[in-house]
Nanobody, 120 residues
Framework: QVQLVESGGGLVQPGGSLRLSCAASGSIFRINAMGWYRQAPGKQRELVAVIKYGGITNYADSVKGRFTLSRDNAKNSVYLQMNSLKPEDTAVYYC??????????????WGQGTQVTVSS
């Protein structure tokens, strides 16, 4: 089985920073894509940032220039550095990954979610 374990959420004031971490563990052949999604109350889950196997990274327009996604392939981990946080960034942040356990079939996996609250 594959598990995604997240850490790093919390309460921060507007303009502040937080760093989220996500590590994948288990039987993994290859990670096709891995990143962060978020869901605010009453809204649908949306993409925040994702990095693909070849290294291409995509960001939501709302976070470009403020958030940076990085990865450590040796640790099957991704990190989301969030700067200049705004109240509208408040949401539950989920780590998600598309993983191949046995070639060629992939499946989607999700972490348990971590709360990020931006408030004064």
């Amino acid at each position: 089985q594959v598990q995604l374990v997240e850490s790093g959420g919390g309460l921060v004031q507007p303009g502040g920073s937080l760093r989220l971490s996500c590590a994948a563990s288990g039987s993994i052949f290859r990670i096709n894509a891995m990143g962060w999604y978020r869901q605010a109350p009453g809204k649908q889950r949306e993409l925040v940032a994702v990095i693909k196997y070849g290294g291409i990274t995509n960001y939501a327009d709302s976070v470009k220039g403020r958030f940076t996604l990085s990865r450590d392939n040796a640790k099957n981990s991704v990190y989301l550095q969030m700067n200049s946080l705004k109240p509208e960034d408040t949401a539950v942040y989920y780590c998600g990954a598309d993983i191949i356990r046995s070639w060629p079939t992939s499946a989607a996996y999700w972490g348990q979610g971590t709360q990020v609250t931006v408030s004064s």
